[in-house]
């Protein structure tokens, strides 16, 4: 009932910039959290960047200074706008929309959600 479509990855040289877009598609009533996790190769998922539907973020500290979390809850969209990309930002970047509350079938529902992914990939 709720879909996480994610879009803006690619590749490009470090030093360079990508910003992402997810956008939740469904009969959504309201989104807690909305944020951005990544997985390297033969590594763990993990947190890049988080925000509330009030707008507070948090990042992970090796993303600080050049990439920027950003929502518009009226589109219940997310943006990672990610600025002098390094080689080591090079993953796949997952969307992830948290306590996800949806209408369907005369009930309301809350679950959490993940996007396909869209791939990262900076060149040295």
């Known amino acids: 009932q709720v879909q996480l479509v994610e879009s803006g990855g690619g590749l490009v040289q470090a030093g360079g910039s990508l910003r992402l877009s997810c956008t939740a598609f469904g009969s959504i009533f309201r989104i807690n959290a909305m944020g951005w996790y990544r997985q390297a190769p033969g590594k763990q998922r993990e947190l890049v960047a988080t925000v509330t539907s009030g707008g507070n973020t948090n990042a992970v500290d090796s993303v600080k200074g050049r990439f920027t979390i950003s929502r518009d809850n009226a589109k219940n969209t997310v943006y990672l706008q990610m600025n002098n990309l390094k080689p080591e930002d090079t993953a796949i970047y997952y969307c992830?929309?948290?306590?996800?509350?949806?209408?369907?079938?005369?009930?309301?529902?809350?679950?959490?959600?993940w996007g396909q992914g869209t791939q990262v990939t900076v060149s040295s």
């Open positions: 992830n929309a948290d306590d996800v509350t949806y209408y369907s079938g005369g009930n309301y529902y809350t679950n959490d959600y």
